[in-house]
């Protein structure tokens, strides 16, 4: 089964930046599709961003579009969720998973990760 390490979470004030990473633990990342996903308290989790396996491919919701962009470095066996200009409502746990693209979406497989969290605040 394929695991997943997420980082780089943190309690940041309005406006600023994040980079979140997830790891591959146990296998090699490049030959699948890669989403990010959130979780706010008392909400469904959420599709962020999803990377194709080559990294040509990307989509966002449209609620951090122009905020957030996804890459992956294949050699390095890790996936990132560059997050600026961060607001309140971008507070969740953020988990990543196997994710293929269909569409305009991905759709998570596997089992969660223990996720990472953001917390937006002033």
């Known amino acids: 089964q394929l695991r997943f390490v997420e980082s780089g979470g943190g309690l940041v004030q309005p406006g600023v930046s994040l980079r979140l990473s997830c790891a591959a633990s146990g296998f090699t990342l490049d030959a699948y599709a890669i989403g990010w996903f959130r979780q706010a308290p008392g909400k469904e989790r959420e599709r962020v961003s999803c990377?194709?396996?080559?990294?040509?491919?990307?989509n966002y919701a449209d609620s951090v579009k122009g905020r957030f962009t996804i890459s992956r470095d294949n050699a390095k066996n890790t996936v990132y969720l560059q997050m600026n200009s961060l607001k309140p409502e971008d507070t969740a746990v953020y988990y990543c998973?196997?994710?293929?693209?269909?569409?305009?979406?991905?759709?998570?497989?596997?089992?969660w990760g223990q996720g990472t969290q953001v917390t937006v605040s002033s």
């Open positions: 990377i194709s396996s080559s990294g040509g491919t990307t």
């Open positions: 998973a196997s994710a293929p693209i269909i569409g305009r979406v991905c759709v998570p497989r596997g089992s």
